[in-house]
């Protein structure tokens, strides 16, 4: 956290971005010590792995309840989308979500993961396994 700010990051391939919760809604961080849009190379792919399938669980259990179509589904997603909302919060007022970003180089033949657990710490790593 950055003076108690809600902070994010949108994983928008080619890259991803950094964004603020600034007036309800998620805007692109305005520091200059941060870049706001960070572009990965062609040859390196990222994979986003929530830490925890809880929130997957109670989507679908909300998906079943409103009995979506496949149609709506795909309308919801697309204003997801548009909204830009970053799949990575960081929030003084709700406790970490864990999850593993992944960098992929085919060309390399590398990996690195960033990983936040449930206590809060924050790693980088070489992975062990190769993009799926």
Not at 27 to 54: E, F, N
Request: proline share 8%.
């Amino acid at each position: 956290m950055i003076e108690g700010q809600t902070l994010g990051v949108l994983i928008d391939p080619p890259g991803y971005q950094f964004m603020q919760r600034r007036h309800g809604q998620w805007l692109p961080v305005s520091s200059t010590r941060l870049s706001a849009q960070v572009t990965v190379p062609k040859q390196v792919q990222m994979l986003l792995q929530p830490g925890s399938d809880i929130w997957q669980k109670e989507y679908a259990l909300e998906l079943q309840r409103r009995r979506l179509t496949l149609h709506d589904i795909e309308l919801e997603l697309q204003k997801e989308a548009k909204k830009k909302t970053p799949q990575i919060r960081f929030s003084p007022f709700e406790p970490v979500t864990p999850f593993t970003l992944r960098f992929y180089s085919s060309a390399q033949n590398a990996c690195w993961a960033v990983k936040l657990v449930h206590d809060g710490a924050l790693s980088l790593n070489q992975c062990d396994e190769r993009m799926p």
